[in-house]
T-cell receptor, first 110, second 112 residues
Framework: GIQVEQSPPDLILQEGANSTLRCNFS?????LQWFHQNPWGQLINLFY???GTKQNGRLSATTVATERYSLLYISSSQTTDSGVYFC????????????FGTGTQLKVEL | KAGVTQTPRYLIKTRGQQVTLSCSPI?????VSWYQQTPGQGLQFLFE???????NKGNFPGRFSGRQFSNSRSEMNVSTLELGDSALYLC???????????FGSGTQLSVL
């Protein structure tokens, strides 16, 4: 099956700093999704981004499908950004069978 | 519009018992997927239902089963519980194939 790798595995930031999270995947995909899991376990969908760039407030994401990677940018980080960030891609054959990366654990400190 | 609702939020069971988890998708969503999250294995796909039919299945033993009702609500069942089944079980819904997934808050299952 498809392999998904995320880097870095852990990240500690001071409030106000910027960061870039990376997601590499091993095969062509139809779409890619970024999620944020908060400390209570809730997975929030941040972006559905098959290709190109999308922005939502302080967050933006870019997927370069031909080179099999995606980047998530967090600007002016806040303590509420803390949690685990996952990227996920679908298995070949359609449906919503997603393969998730191992995640980036982000901690934003005051 | 209400989000994905999972019940119960927490469950404690003993080995050998069975358990049923429930998921109500966002109104209008016909696809419901289930995922298991553990510290060691991360997030793993269990199965997906669309219009009451299982469309995809992950690599889990037959003790894990599910179903979907005509109103798109879904249940998953785990029989003969093992200690390793302790996990956060997450349900996600979407309108169809290759669409944005929306997750519920999960059911935290502890098997003693």
């Amino acid at each position: 099956g498809i392999q998904v790798e995320q880097s870095p595995p852990d990240l500690i930031l001071q409030e106000g700093a910027n960061s870039t999270l990376r997601c590499n995947f091993s095969d062509s995909v139809n779409n890619l999704q970024w999620f944020h899991q908060n400390p209570w376990g809730q997975l929030i969908n941040l972006f559905y981004i098959p290709s190109g760039t999308k922005q939502n407030g302080r967050l933006s994401a870019t997927t370069v499908a031909t080179e099999r990677y995606s980047l998530l940018y967090i600007s002016s980080s806040q303590t509420t950004d803390s949690g685990v960030y996952f990227c996920a891609v679908p298995e070949a054959g359609g449906g919503n069978k997603l393969t998730f990366g191992t995640g980036t654990q982000l901690k934003v400190e005051l | 519009k209400a989000g994905v609702t999972q019940t119960p939020r927490y469950l404690i069971k003993t080995r050998g018992q069975q358990v049923t988890l429930s998921c109500s998708p966002i109104s209008g969503h016909r696809s419901v997927s289930w995922y298991q999250q553990t510290p060691g294995q991360g997030l793993q796909f269990l199965f997906e239902y669309f219009s009451e039919t299982q469309r995809n299945k992950g690599n889990f033993p037959g003790r894990f089963s599910g179903r979907q009702f005509s109103n798109s609500r879904s249940e998953m069942n785990v029989s003969t519980l093992e200690l390793g089944d302790s996990a956060l079980y997450l349900c996600a819904s979407s309108t169809g194939t290759d669409e944005k997934l929306f997750f519920g808050s999960g059911t935290q299952l502890s098997v003693l």
